[in-house]
């Protein structure tokens, strides 16, 4: 599981930081999360394949989130596009896209299909037999989600050595794998667990952006492996928290630590900060396991 | 006047290019021409005072020449702007910028003024004191307008020494600027001509992208200093030309020529070319005073 940080700071493109959007590559998927203006060329930097990205998940409709997607649309046609793209968004993100291409007299020519949510409680909104991705409703200024991305149980291990041991026949390799116990060519039931190694550990991701503290995803989010949450300010602006529906880095920790995940991942920094370390620092109090996101930086899990 | 290229290259943003923006600079406005994806970023990296922007001209509703517009207006209310903001373009721009502003619940706290064009007529779109400026209607695969800037006839200048010699008040100065005649001290009739020189040359520039050949933008750009004229290909993709609605590099200078402008800037490359040398080269065979529009550079007259 790899985390591609695009773009990791609040507000408006600048010229050495981008706003928010990230690839995640788990189970050979390569998910598009928040799209601000300006990702397709930090893709492009990060020499991410265009070709890829089947799925584009929006948290929220502010631009910092979401203005790089009709120029990422447009480009995917340019580039001859032939294969689907699915786009999990809030209400209106379709209208707004459409609305785009029916000015320009420009439409796709692959299929663009929207999956426009709605929901204020957690559901899955894609899934296939390797992967499950849930929305985290948080509380931001406008109808906004998180997302979940789950991998399934994957299949038993087989263990060569023992399965010629016990004398079973190949036929039976898949149901191995799939958990059940089989019968050998001895007539002999086998036990499962004598011939198959345990699956390899489900991976997670918790996505939370933009969002005020909201103690109530932790339900969620638990135990995740990786949470990347918000966090715009430092303790020391707390009071413009609430007003603008975002977290401080501590309040990020502190839903770390409830939800006891195993690595929190900072970023949509206020622009007001120039170093920022200092968010490492406050959220290490609470929380150990702390990391930063940089535009251009990724994550190995 | 300087004309500042922010980005020239058709198509979408690249890693080393940009799709269209420039500022034009004339009698101390700052015109913002075409703003595709990055312009915010271009503008800070070519150090331009965002607050002088006050008015902004776009030319049609393909992505590449305007999709960084929304994120550049709602910049602008992160950065307190009060002033007026004008933006002039084709019909739906009100729509689809408003649209955006109800979907992420964030309204301007300066007032944003839409003057959308529908005309097939060049028409004045703007004027002051200073300049005034028209619509040169291109022919796209969707409307679309270049824009003729124009600054309009100075005050006559005051020859200090002659007035004096003639023995004319001062309370006439202003009638001698505007360029009538006066009578003097001695109750005779003064001619114009014989105490104050000629206003300094009217400077004008014309925008043309995107356009195939159109030869009747000629007599409304006829004689214009500088004209900038879209070149995305050169002549041997010529027959891609009119199937896409664009130019060659040979066809903008036969409209310079035939225009009898004073310099051609080419521009609106497509990104197939390695060198846009080759297409000064093509223009020059045509038509001697060309130079090539590269982002982040600048042209003074």
Known sequence: MRINILGC??????????????VLEIKNHLFLIDC??????????NKIKFSRIKHIFISHLHGDHYFGLAGL?????????????????????????TLQMKL???????????????????????????VEVYTIPLQHRIYANGFL???????RK???DAINEYKIDKAYFKKLQQGADVVNEEGELVANEEVTYAPSKRKSY??????????????????????????TFLERHEHLAPKTKHSTAKQAAQIAKLADVGTLILGHYSTRYDDIEEFRQEASEIFKKVELADDGKYFEF
């Not at 700071?9 to 990230?22: G, I, K, L």
């Not at 649309?73 to 896209?97: A, C, D, N």
């Not at 999956?115 to 204020?120: N, P, W, Y």
């Not at 991305?149 to 299949?155: A, I, Y």
């Open 9 to 22: 700071y609040s507000a408006t493109p600048r010229t050495f930081t981008n706003p928010t959007s990230q």
């Open 36 to 45: 601000g203006e300006g990702t397709q060329v930090q893709l492009r930097r």
């Open 73 to 97: 649309i447009s480009t995917f046609r340019l580039l001859s596009r032939e294969s689907e793209l699915h786009v999990y968004g809030p209400k209106g993100i379709k209208e707004v896209i």
């Open 104 to 130: 320009a007299d420009s439409w796709t020519n692959y299929p663009l299909l929207f999956h426009e949510l709605t929901s204020k409680e957690s559901e899955l909104v894609f899934e296939d037999e390797k």
């Open 149 to 155: 991305f789950k991998e399934k149980p994957g299949n």
């Open 158 to 160: 087989l263990n060569i």
């Open 206 to 231: 918790a996505f939370c952006s933009d969002t005020a503290y909201k103690e109530d995803i932790v339900t969620i989010i638990k135990k995740v492996d990786v949470l990347y949450h918000e966090a």
